[in-house]
């Protein structure tokens, strides 16, 4: 990943974003799949997040329209959905997917850093926890 410096008759140079130089032959990129995201213009954004199995019926209904009024109160950020993905090893998992009118990455990073702190202080205020990898042991006698 980089940036294109200079494209030659043999080989193409890159600025890494590490700030290294990087020079490939024209053959390899000729027949690599290359990701253009300069031409980016709207991001695609999916993340999923778990909640605990103990989160009652009622909050778990009530989690995608908070997830919604979240995502509608964030600049340049379009709802698409959000569901009640999948029964998880230790989680309830929800899936969300927003459209993000920009293509720059640090851009998409600060939205995505507001919804996840707007959702951990939404789901506060509701009493709604976030799951994290834990195991139960029954023990017999």
């Known amino acids: 990943m980089g940036v294109v410096e200079r494209i030659g008759i043999k080989s193409t140079r890159l600025r890494t974003l590490q ?8 053959k390899e990129l000729t027949s690599a799949r290359v990701h253009n995201f300069k ?3 709207k991001r695609r954004v999916v993340f999923m997040f778990g909640v605990t199995y103990e ?6 209904q009530k989690i995608p329209a908070l997830v919604r009024e979240i995502c509608a109160g964030v600049k340049n950020v379009a709802f698409d959905r959000a569901h009640f993905k999948n029964f998880g090893d230790f989680s309830l998992n929800y899936e969300v997917v927003y459209y993000l009118e920009s293509g720059d990455y640090n851009e998409y990073m600060n939205v995505q850093q507001t919804i996840n702190l707007a959702l951990k202080e939404r789901f506060e205020k509701e009493k709604i926890e976030f799951a994290y990898p834990t195991q139960v042991l029954y023990m017999r006698k």
């Open 39 to 41: 031409k980016l213009r």
């Open 19 to 26: 700030g290294e130089e990087l020079v490939l032959s024209n």
């Open 55 to 60: 989160t009652s019926s009622a909050k778990l």
